[in-house]
């Protein structure tokens, strides 16, 4: 497969959230407003390209029988480095992303392309997948907080700027979409225009 | 006691780990059609969540943090989680054949199983001491497979259901795990 097939597969045809389904804790715990969404995207992707480029590079080097072990830590000391830099540089982006920051480590998407893509193919590929799959990650995040926050709170911030407010829902917004509950029912609302639309297949 | 039975039904029901703190979804989806299966599942993450917990929190309040490490958490907690997960697997393959049989394929899956992980940050996070650390992992643990097997047992009842082409599978697994959270918030008012 080309370069631009690889990092095209990962946005729609295999989009990790909403095709694969992994990845989903993140995914749903976060995406109440799009500042988390983006934060969170550009921490998964930050992990997610060097975990790929530095799996791709050791990769004939690593015994196959640590190698799960081996890509763990590598991960792990990662995310650890995503943390420590959010924290000081962003106390706010810390705090409501909270726990789900420390949690990347065990983020199916990281580990998964590691193990499936990157200890199999060169180093240019594994790039274009993780770039690909980054970015299909943030694409299914934002479409989420989009309507959770649009629905849930009435407006849509971004940066502390708002960029739209509904006049009914801002007095009376819809509080359920910004609940745990709301995640579920976008997700499967969404799912399912996606599945009508022919985007993805029915089971 | 009672603030240690709050604490248990707080991270059991209220705060429950599926439906209100996103932990553990990925088997919360993908094992939960059938009931047999979801509840093995629970069984095994209960057993790793407490072992997981005591292990992990022995280790940040004597090592990582009297020496001034405790940023290294992370790469220690899953290290820690992978590693429980391989001795059970052997030491219940030697001493309990049909527990293994049940729970066998399961345990590899728990060592990426964020709910894992996640109880184990929430300990050292909230400050607790180690009966609170005990007490908040077999609540997670048991919270967790409380919903794990009402979710099967919806699920195989929904396989034979008349549901929208569209939404059959993962969209109405999506809308019963919303239902479920609605009815979970009336544990809000217990504590």
């Known amino acids: 497969m080309s370069v631009i097939e690889n990092l095209k597969k990962g946005i729609m045809k295999s989009n990790p959230v909403l095709v694969l389904l992994l990845g989903l804790c993140p995914a749903l715990a976060v995406s109440t407003s799009l500042d988390n969404a983006i934060g969170m995207t550009a921490a998964v992707m930050f992990v997610l390209i060097n975990a790929n480029l530095i799996v791709s590079i050791i990769r004939k080097w690593t015994p196959d029988r640590v190698r799960i072990p081996v890509f763990i830590v590598i991960i792990a000391s990662l995310v650890t480095i995503v943390d420590l830099t959010i924290q000081a540089f962003s106390p706010d982006l810390s705090k409501s992303l909270g726990i789900f920051l420390p949690l990347i480590v065990v983020n199916c998407i990281i580990l998964g392309r590691a193990e499936a893509f990157a200890s199999k193919n060169s180093i240019t590929d594994s790039l274009a997948d993780a770039l690909g799959m980054g970015l299909g990650f943030g694409l299914a995040l934002l479409i989420i907080s989009f309507f959770r926050q649009l629905l849930g709170t009435g407006t849509l911030e971004l940066f502390g700027q708002t960029l739209l407010e509904v006049p009914g829902l801002l007095d009376n917004p819809m509080a359920i979409f910004i609940l745990p509950m709301g995640a579920f029912l976008v997700m499967a609302c969404l799912l399912a225009f996606l599945r009508y639309m022919g985007v993805i297949a029915n089971e | ?191």
């Open chain 2, 1 to 191: 006691m009672n603030e240690l039975m709050a604490l248990f039904l707080s991270m059991a029901l209220i705060n429950n780990f599926i439906l209100s703190k996103f932990l553990g979804l990925c088997p919360f989806f993908g094992v939960s059609k059938k009931l047999k299966s979801a509840v093995s599942m629970g069984m095994a993450v209960l057993l790793v969540m407490v072992a997981a917990s005591v292990v992990s929190w022995l280790l940040y309040s004597y090592l990582l943090e009297p020496f001034g490490v405790a940023y290294m958490a992370t790469v220690i907690f899953i290290l820690v989680i992978a590693s429980l997960v391989q001795i059970m697997e052997l030491a219940i393959r030697r001493t309990n054949i049909q527990l293994y049989n049940a729970l066998g394929i399961y345990l590899p899956l728990i060592t990426t199983n964020c709910a894992v992980l996640g109880v184990t940050f929430i300990n050292v996070r909230e400050g607790f001491t180690l009966v609170e650390t005990l007490v908040s992992a077999v609540g997670a643990g048991v919270g967790f497979t409380l919903v794990l097997a009402m979710m099967s047992g919806i699920r195989e009842r929904l396989e034979i259901a008349d549901v929208p082409v569209s939404f059959k599978g993962m969209p109405v697994a999506f809308l019963v795990a919303m239902l479920l959270g609605i009815s979970f918030l009336a544990f809000g008012g217990m504590v």
